[in-house]
């Protein structure tokens, strides 16, 4: 079973500053199956960045993904006030069929 | 506008079954895989299961804590998709979201609903 876990549990930072997120899978996968999603309080997900690298329709260039095999990152350059959210990274194809990181929360320091 | 709703949700004691309706539109529903994700209070998202389009098998795939008790299908004619939820526990009290998988071969899930609450209690 593959394990995803993102790291800093919570990150406190200042707007205007950039964000580094990590998500680590305990198995390698594939870079097409890695996605970024962030979620606002009583609010669904949305879908930031798919394919570990492309961000979704609407989602600002401030955002990007990098990363392969077992660690991938997400970067927020210049953090706007409705950045602070939670964060959380999922994969698809490895047994089970998605799973997801147990989250980061992006705090305003 | 592709959109998915959630309808269904309510208060069930444990033991019991509710079902869970998404109702899509703004997409070709035939062709999409369609998957239902959970979110406990306060918690991180869960994955439930994910049903393929009848082009793709139709099969559906479950997380091991839903293996046996929820069913996934659809009505492709309704645009439809539903989780039938027995013998529930009261680790299943969470709010089920509905999504839409891309089309490509990414996976992701790029549309969801506003999620709807089952409580499982006595």
């Known amino acids: 079973e593959i394990v995803l876990t993102q790291s800093p549990g919570t990150l406190s930072l200042s707007p205007g500053e950039r964000a580094t997120l990590s998500c680590r899978a305990s198995?390698?996968?594939?870079?097409?199956?890695l996605a970024w999603y962030q979620q606002k309080p009583g609010q669904a997900p949305r879908l930031l960045i798919y394919?570990?690298?492309s961000r979704a329709t609407g989602i600002p260039d401030r955002f990007s993904g990098s990363g392969s095999g077992t660690d991938f990152t997400l970067t927020i350059n210049r953090l706007e006030p409705e950045d602070f959210a939670v964060y959380y990274c999922?994969?698809?194809?490895?047994?089970?069929?998605?799973?997801f990181g147990q989250g980061t929360k992006l705090e305003i320091k | 506008e592709v959109q998915v709703v959630e309808s269904g949700g309510g208060l069930v004691k444990p033991g019991g079954s509710l079902r869970l309706s998404c109702a899509a539109s703004?997409?070709?529903?035939?062709?999409?895989?369609m998957t239902w994700v959970r979110q406990a209070p306060g918690k991180g998202l869960e994955w439930v299961g994910t049903?393929?389009?009848?082009?793709?098998?139709?099969?559906?795939h479950y997380a091991a804590p839903v293996e046996g008790r929820f069913t996934i299908s659809r009505d492709d004619s309704r645009n439809t998709v539903y989780l039938q939820m027995n013998t529930l526990k009261t680790e299943d009290t969470a709010v089920y979201y509905c999504?839409?998988?891309?089309?490509?071969?990414?996976?992701?899930?790029?549309?969801w609903g506003q999620g709807a609450l089952v409580t499982v209690s006595s």
């Open positions: 703004g997409f070709n529903f035939n062709y999409a895989w």
């Open positions: 999504s839409k998988v891309r089309s490509d071969s990414c996976y992701s899930l790029e549309c």
């Open positions: 394919g570990a690298s």
């Open positions: 999922q994969q698809y194809g490895r047994s089970p069929l998605y799973s």
């Open positions: 198995q390698s996968v594939s870079s097409s199956y």
């Open positions: 049903i393929k389009s009848k082009g793709g098998g139709g099969t559906s």
